[in-house]
């Protein structure tokens, strides 16, 4: 008889799980069965010993089985993106309603802040009103109407995902391919998906920080994701510094609607989406290639369009109506704001990313523990980017805090994440590799 001890026995020994017993296990998760504490077990022993490729895809499909599976009768594709998690990267909330204004239908069930990167529910939370949770009657009616809804798995979608995934980011089980291949394709397949594009972040604020390990998870994530079906293009990306000059939430809305409403497609979250957006829209047939699809999205960000598909989403889904007109007097502020400034003169040369993303969760922007209530305003602005000069009069960053207190007790932490240089150093690519 399959049980939760015999099977976490099993796979602490490093024997092979059956395709039944991941299955049992899933549906464990999502009924109870299986206890908080015999979850984070299971995440542990698969970072400790992992499933390898057969597992993996096992794995996903049983997590996928454990809900409900979408099925759509509409007049063009299903499509989505999903990225693998950084500090500032909040390209779904410009790419989901581009897309839609492209022609696709966009249902991105999407997730909250994991370790040290944030989460985009929470982002789109610090909109008020914005529902993140609704049910997946009026998901179908909402994309078929709109054309895209950023919004959380709801209870019928991988459930066992969902409660593995909250005990990963508090088990320090975060960092694993079979735990993070599986938690975003069970979510992603079970909404019926087309085509699929996935950002693989690279860098210092990224999950897997080397080439090499970016690249097994990108294979790993294409191989499983075409195995089940669905057509999938892999980007990987750097996280060598933020993706925008923000980390936090309502920060990060900010420079959403900076990028959506401004036209200007020159900085690197415009050009992330647009290459994201290229890829995944020729997956779906509704551009020629990659390079046709990122005219669509430029075009699409440039005439408002996409601005247009994301206020009607705001709209819909419980926020202000004239969000995209008056976002700037919609979004919460911090009570504190203090400068950071380095003690010497130089270049940056170096970004400890991570640091950035663990000093936003240290200020309340993030979780130490699963019940923890955040706080969306605060964050880190105005980061210098790589390449650029600085001194003790040219801040690094700005600290948004509740208080004085909390604002000097992450200062340190922020200074000491940038590394300056007498020279300035080669900067990265945006984008390192594409695996197909």
Not at 129 to 137: K, L
């Given at each position: ?33 299986v ?47 999903h ?45 008020p ?9 009026e ?7 709109i ?27 975060v ?48 191989d ?98 004239d969000f ?17 400034y380095?003690a ?9 990313t991570?640091?950035?993303?663990e ?19 605060v ?58």
């Open positions: 008889m399959t049980d939760a001890r015999s099977i976490l026995a099993r796979l602490r020994d490093g024997e092979t799980l059956s395709e039944a017993e991941l299955f049992w296990f899933a549906e464990g998760l999502a009924t109870g069965a206890t908080d504490a015999q979850a984070g077990a299971f995440a542990m022993a698969v970072c400790a010993r992992g499933l390898g490729p057969r597992g993996r895809v096992q794995l996903t499909a049983a997590m996928r089985e454990s809900g409900r599976v979408l099925r759509w009768d509409l007049d063009g594709p299903v499509l989505d993106k990225s693998t998690g950084g500090v500032g990267d909040c390209v779904s909330l410009v790419l989901a309603p581009a897309l839609a204004a492209c022609g696709a239908f966009v249902p991105m069930i999407s997730g909250r802040g994991l370790g040290h990167t944030g989460g985009t529910l929470d982002k789109l939370e610090a909109i009103g914005y529902r993140t949770q609704i049910g997946i009657d998901l179908q009616e909402m994309v078929a109407d054309g895209c809804a950023i919004v959380g798995a709801s209870g019928d979608i991988a459930p066992a995902d969902k409660r593995l995934y909250a005990v990963r980011d508090v088990t320090g089980t960092e694993s391919i079979d735990l993070i291949t599986a938690s975003i394709l069970s979510k992603k397949l079970a909404a019926g998906l087309e085509a699929l594009v996935l950002d693989v972040k690279l860098g210092s604020g990224a999950f897997m920080a080397t080439p090499t390990e970016a690249l097994a998870l990108a294979q790993a994530l294409v499983t994701a075409q195995g089940a079906g669905c057509m999938t293009t892999a980007l990987i990306t750097d996280m060598s510094q933020p993706l925008v000059p923000s980390a936090g939430n309502a920060l990060e809305v900010i420079e959403v609607m900076e990028v959506l409403t401004s036209g200007d497609l020159t900085p690197p979250l415009a050009k992330l989406a647009q290459a994201l957006g290229g890829e995944v829209l020729a997956l779906g047939g509704l551009a020629a290639d990659a390079a046709d699809g990122e005219r669509r999205i430029a075009q699409a960000l440039t005439t408002g369009e996409a601005a247009d598909s994301f206020g009607e989403m705001v709209a819909a889904l419980g926020g202000p109506h995209i007109e008056r976002w700037r007097d919609r979004l919460p502020a911090a009570r504190v704001m203090v400068d950071v380095p010497d003169a130089g270049f940056v040369g170096r970004i400890d991570r640091a950035l993303g000093a936003v969760v240290r200020l309340g922007g993030g979780r130490l523990r699963q019940t923890d209530k955040l706080d969306l305003a964050g880190l602005s105005d980061i210098a980017p790589l390449g650029e000069r600085a001194d003790p009069a040219r801040p690094l960053a700005r600290i948004h805090a509740a208080s004085d207190e909390a604002a000097r007790a992450i200062a340190a932490q922020v200074r000491r994440a940038f590394v300056l240089t007498d020279t300035p150093p080669v900067l990265p690519p945006l984008i390192h590799e594409r695996i197909a």
